[in-house]
C-alpha cells in the first residue's frame, strides 16, 4: 500500500491531505489487538480537519487501550482517479488501513449534500453501498451528525446511526462491539442489542407503510422488544466531558485554521428556522476556569497564535464579558488573537469586539436573516432597526470598515417588499459610515450582502411549510440583484438548485434511498462543491426512480401529518413547535427563554438545571 501511494502522490494536487502524521495526530501499537474503527467525514481534508466534532470524537474514542480510532476523508477528485487507476482502496490516514478491514466505519452528517460522497467513499473501500447487501466480513458501517435527525433518506445505506451527542454514546457501543466480536455474534445479533442502547437508531428493525398520496401511514419496529421512540443523547456535564487538549495541526491550510474551544451547547432564542436551536436544547456550559484551562493547554500545544470560542451564539454565554477580559490579559504578551464565530447585533456586542481588536482585526459578520422588522417578528429573530444600526454605528466608529451582513430568502410569509427591505438596510448601512465622525475611521466602507435560500427543517416550527420553488427563488435573486446598484455593496446569493436538494433529503422518506443510490450511480459526487453539482443528472435520477422531488419540498403539511422523523425525540414536543408556527404566521414574537420557560418540553428530558 505504502509504495503505491508513493508512486502517486507527486500527481495529485495537495498530497498532504492524504499522508497523515500531522503533531498531535495519534499512532498506537498492536493493532491486532484492538478494535479498528473509522471516523470518516464526507469531504476533503480541508473542510474535515475544521470539523470540531471530528477533534473530539477522535480523541475521545482513542481513550479507549484497546480501540485505535483513524481518520478517513473523501478523496478529491484527482486522488480518487489515481487510486481507481493503481487499484488502492480507500484508506485510513493514520496507518494507511484499507477501510473494508475495520471493524466499525462512521461518519458525521452535517450537511445533505454530502450524501453521495458517502456512497463514493464506500465504494472505494470496497463495500456495499446497501446495509441488506453485506456480509461478516464488512465493517459495521453509522453515522450521527445533525442530518442524523433525519436519517430515512439514506436509511438503507447505513447499519446504525447514532442519535444526540456522542461522546458517551459512541464509548458505549464500541464496547458493546467488543463484546458481541468476542462472543462471535453475527452482524445482525449486534445490531439487534445496538437497538437496545439509548439514543441507537437501527432501520432494519423497523418499517414504513405509505398513503395512496404518498404520505407516511405508519411507522413501526418489528418486535416488541425494538424501542418505538428514539430518544437523543444529552450530555449532563460540560466541564467533566472529554475534550482534546491538542488538537491536531494540519500540514497545510484549512477553512479554519486556529484552536476552537467549545463553551457552551444548545441556544435559547428560539429562531424558529434555526434547527440547532432545536434539536441541541438544553443550555449547558463550561465554567469559565475549565474554558481558560484548555485554551492555554490547547495553544501551548498547537503553536497557533489564535483560539475561536465555539457556540451557537458565543456572546449568549452568560460570564463572557469576564471570560474575554480575562483571557486578553492572560495572553496580552503573546498576541493571542480571540475569534467569536457568531455575534448579536447590540453594543455589548460592540464592547466585546473593541477589546478584542486590540490585537487583531477582521472584518465583521451580523445576521439580520430579514429585511423587514414585520419578517423578523415571523422568524422570531428579536432584533430590530434600532439594534442593527446603533451596532454598526458602534462598530464604524472603533474603526471597523468591512461588515457582512447575512440573509435569507423564501422565508414564510416573505414579499417583495421584504427583498426590498434587504437592499435599504444595505443603503442606509453605506450612508451611516459617512455620517460617523470618528479618529479611527480609515478608507471607504464595504458592505457584502449574502442571501441564503431557505430550506425548512425537521423539529423547527417550519417544518410544516412548504419551500419557495426554484423558479421563486431565482426571480428573487434577479430581483435582488437588479435593485442593489451602490457601488459600495457586494451581493452575493447561494445556488438556489443546491437549495432545492438540500431540502429533498431534508425533508424526505425511505423512498430517497434508490434515488440516492442511482444519482451516485450516474456520476453524482461533491454535491456541495458549486463546480461538481450537477442538477440534470439528479432530476434524471428523480425521472428513473419514478420519484417527483416536489412532493418534498413544495406542499403544505397537514398539522397531523406522520412525518418521517417523528419517532424521534429530540425534547422539544411537536406540539410547541406547532403553537410556535402558529405565532410565526401572526407574526406574536417568543421572548428567549433565559427570561421565562416557554414549555417546549426539553426540561422533562434534562435534570442538571441549566436555563431550561
Known sequence: MKKSLDDILYLVEKPARYIGGEINSIIKEDLDQKIRVGFGFPDVYEVAMSHLGMHILYGVQN???DVYCERVFAPWTDMEKQMRDNGIALFTLETKTPVKSLDLLSFTLQYE????????????????????ERTEADPIIFAGG???YNPEPISDIFDLFVLGEGEEMNL??????????????TRKEFLRAAASLDGVYVPSLYEAAYNEDGTLASFEPIAADVPKKVTKRIIQDMDNVFYPEKQMVPFIDIVHDRAVV??????TAGCRFCQAGMIYRPIREKSTEKIMELAKKMLESTGYDEVALSSLSTLDYSDIENLIYSMIKDSEDDKIGISLPSLRLDSFSVDVLTEIQKVRKTGLTFAPEAGTQRLRDVINKGVNED??????????????????LYFMMGLPTETYEDLEGINE????????????????????????????????????PFQWQPQDTLETFIEKQKFLREIITNKKVKFNYH??????????????DRKLNAVLIKAFELGCKFDGWQEYFDYDKWMQAFELCGIDPLFYTSRVRDVNELFPWDFIDVGVSKKFLYREWENALTGKVTPDCRNNCHACGITQVFESGGFC
Not at 113 to 132: H, K, Q, V
Not at 438 to 452: Q, Y
Request: aromatic letters at 12%; glycine letters at 8%; a positive charge.
Open 63 to 65: 481513550t479507549m487501550e
Open 113 to 132: 449534500l454530502s450524501y453521495t460522497n458517502i456512497l463514493n467513499m464506500l465504494d472505494l473501500g470496497g463495500i456495499p453501498l446497501r446495509s441488506a
Open 146 to 148: 445533525p442530518c442524523a
Open 172 to 185: 458505549e457501543l464500541i464496547s458493546l462491539y467488543k463484546a458481541h466480536k468476542t462472543k462471535g455474534s
Open 262 to 267: 467549545e463553551i457552551f451547547r444548545g441556544c
Open 387 to 404: 439594534n442593527i444600526f446603533n451596532t454598526l454605528e458602534q462598530v464604524f466608529a472603533e474603526g471597523w470598515s468591512r461588515v457582512k
Open 425 to 460: 438596510i444595505a443603503n442606509r448601512t453605506t450612508y451611516l459610515y459617512k455620517t460617523v465622525q470618528s479618529p479611527k475611521k480609515k478608507g471607504s466602507v464595504a458592505v457584502t450582502i449574502s442571501t441564503a435560500c431557505f430550506v425548512p427543517k425537521p423539529f423547527t
Open 495 to 508: 445556488d438556489a438548485y443546491g437549495s432545492f436538494m438540500e431540502a429533498v433529503f431534508a425533508r424526505g
